[in-house]
């Protein structure tokens, strides 16, 4: 029996899409790193993805986390953290009540750290809601 086909672009309606920007940040700040990306996947695909970037950055984030605490990959993470830095950075300070600053704050612990580890690893990076009434 064939699975039906997933919707490559859903469209979500405002309350879906808050539940699932706020389900992405409950896993990523569980470090369910993979599941969160799962979560904001969802609105990236969707037919209204805005800020696109935002989104892709956090998805971003959260794969390359699960590369490296998952995965044990040292070296995508690298790579893939360089990517949501770039698509992160127009929205510091902050972005849909997110503390974007802070996120890019870990980003470029986790990015030193990988490109010469030595010493305690940096923290798991979380994600801060700084207005709870602008997620979503």
């Given at each position: ?46 037919t209204t993805p805005e800020p696109r970037d935002l989104f892709q950055g956090m998805i971003q984030v959260a794969a390359a986390m699960h590369q490296f605490l998952g995965l044990n990959r040292p070296i995508a993470p690298i790579r893939t953290l ?55």
């Amino acid at each position: 029996m064939q699975e039906p086909r997933k919707n490559l672009h859903p469209t979500l309606p405002p309350e879906e899409r808050r539940r699932l920007f706020w389900e992405g940040i409950d896993l990523f700040n569980r470090g369910e790193f993979f599941a969160s990306h799962e979560s904001w996947e969802e609105i990236w695909r969707s037919t209204t993805p805005e800020p696109r970037d935002l989104f892709q950055g956090m998805i971003q984030v959260a794969a390359a986390m699960h590369q490296f605490l998952g995965l044990n990959r040292p070296i995508a993470p690298i790579r893939t953290l360089g990517k949501a830095k770039r698509r992160l950075e127009p929205f510091a300070p902050a972005s849909h009540g997110v503390d974007v600053e802070d996120l890019l704050r870990s980003v470029r612990r986790w990015q030193d750290w990988l490109a010469a580890p030595a010493g305690e690893r940096p923290p798991v990076p979380v994600l801060r809601v700084l207005d709870p009434s602008a997620v979503g």
